[in-house]
């Protein structure tokens, strides 16, 4: 941060966070030796005042500065590095000389004796470790890409994108939805790629070199991940839990269990729906309330060791191997999801499903509580503001577009939710026709015992025929009843109505595990469609999860030069802590804590970074600036829309995103849907006061960071916008050591 007083380069001292190269002394000993010739001498003594006359270059000609080769540039990142062994071999070299020296010779080592090192390039012992580290790059760009668009497929935002669409006016909310993605979401995604692959640092370090006011936000969006990934990680754990029990026919969740020595159903099951019994009874072992504790439920502590040894072992061999994983990971759920899609269209009550998928209501458009929701939407969908894809992008090559590269992941994205909503509205569709279905030849039923007891007249028996289509049969005969007969029947039976069912939906995990693994068991095989099914939520969690997880593992690797030593262990350290800390959600009140946390918690953090990073870029550093440092590198200048979007557009978006968040959460009761035992029911229940200040309390401790270094830089009278005005955001540290083609031993070296 005291770089920003200074009036040098941002990224030369507050820049890059230090970074060590594997095999270091093998490079240095072989500089070493190249060294004893003078001719090479004379050559780094030049080039040495080369880069101390490029740094003393006023401000005015630094863009003709930049038009530097990548190899002139791992050329003088080398030779700074050489200059503590020149130091430190020259009374060696002195001493072993046995030939004659000449005139030119003499010359050259008596300047090197006599006139000190620049002080830009004096490496203190620490540095020694930090100067030939080569950054790792991702193989190519088809592993970035898929890795960008894992992450962005968590199983969560695409439940809720569906729910949206239902509950939001339909094809109006998709239309919304699309204009906050392109006015909003492709620029800060844009952003977030560019500081990353420009910077080269973790979303901890980036902030830090841009503006040090907003240094704080890369702690707040490190810790903000951390728990967002504690929490997603228990649905992993969830999906290994129903796929260890599809496995055998009738699945569990299709009927009631019976209870021991007895032919007779559990009472508890008979009273509500066996797969709402089988998610809160035996997988969750759900309590009644929050505040009711108990131990972790060991069945669910089994598959979560499970989960994250799955996730570890796709990480544990660095970034390299996780692109290659990612590249078989990836497009396997579309091949899943395009199944379904298919196997969806061709069962009963899918066109009713499709129907409400092309609804359009025009109020929707003039509602801004949804244009809000599909803000917000956005922000999740891209997974903004936790850090991952800052972290992703840092190991980039900085001459990538990364303008393309976010419209494509933004695309990928809003194509994979349209697939999995489409195939929601059919699967739906079907599953409110059979519970219909089961109501009106349950009624039947009711009414024809009525009947033969005396307790209605003749008049009210139903037809027998109710097989072929018995809600519209029995919805027939009911209106051709006279009025008086009519009255007397609706006081014994329920309402069985298709729209109403439909629209029963409820968001939250209960979608996927209550609604669709019913809707599983209804369809002819269910046993193969359930095993497909959570292969498909599996492999969302988890390539999601590799994301969050290179999003908590980078900013430690670069913040501390230590870890990167040890690549392996650090990463068997942090999953083994997160594996404890996630025993906390798998108590029988865990789910009600990830509700607080995933519908109450989480936005109001996610905003109020990415508010911050928006300012950082747009103001602090500037817009046409940033713009302009990328344009060089590109070779071409980027749109400028881009600019507009981001000092104008964006930030009036997000702030107003933030004022009716705050406003809505504040009015609205906090509640939850919790089991009761007694009833086998769902019951809506409210927080307890506790569990609200719990709640505010680490939303405290993650925004600390914000006005901790805003305090600091006051203090220290640290300029709010950068103090080398002109200058490029670019420095040694910053620039990874490319060649065209890095030689298979670097590579080996590099994992993360």
Known sequence: MSSTQEGEHPLERAGAAPESLPGMETEAQASKSSLTNLSTEIEFSENLHEIKSWEDKSTANWHQMLRVSESQAFKARVLKAQAWEIQASEAHRRASQTRHTSVLEMDATQALKQKPLPE???????????????RPCWSNKIEYILTQVGYSMKISSLWHFFILWLHNGGCSFLIIYILMLFLVGVPLLFLEMAAGQRIRQSSIGVWKVISAWIGGVGYTSFMVCFITGLYLNVINVWTLFYLSQSFQFPVPWEKCPLLENSSDFDPECARTTPSLYFWYRLTLKASDRIEDGGSPVFSLNLFLLVSWCLIGAFMINGLKSTGKIMLVLVPAPYFIILCFLFRSLLLEGAAFGFQHLMLVKISAMYNINVWCQAGNQVLFALGLGLGPVVSLSSHMYPSTNCLSDALIVALVNLFTMLLVTSFSFCVLGFWATVITHRCSEKNAETLVKLVAMGKLPLEAQPPPNLTANPTSVFNSWLNSLPQPIKHMVFGYVTECNLEKQFLKVKEGPSFAFVAFIETMSFIPGSVFWSILFFLLLLILGLISMIGIMQGILIPFQNTFSSFRKSTKLLTVVVFGFM????????????IYYIRLLSEYWIVLPIIIT???????????????RFLEDLAIVWGSPASAIIRWLWCFLCPIVLVALFV???????????????????????????????ALLVMIALFLIVILPIPTYFVYCLAHRISFTSTSQGKPIISFKSLPLIQPKPSKEVHKEETL
């Not at 990415?610 to 046409?624: C, D, Q, S, T």
């Not at 809505?664 to 019951?683: G, M, P, Q």
Request: glycine fraction near 4%; proline fraction near 3%; aromatic fraction near 14%.
């Open 120 to 134: 830009k390039v004096q490496v203190t012992e620490k540095e020694k470790c930090e100067i030939l580290f080569t």
């Open 660 to 690: 009716i968040t705050l406003i809505h959460l504040s009015l609205k009761s906090i509640t939850y849907v919790a089991w009761d035992s007694s009833s086998s029911k769902e019951v809506l229940r409210q927080y307890p006061s506790w």
């Open 610 to 624: 990415i508010i911050l990073e928006n300012m950082a870029v747009g103001w602090a550093y500037g817009a046409r």
């Open 579 to 590: 594996f404890l800390c996630d025993l906390f959600f798998t108590r029988p009140s865990g």
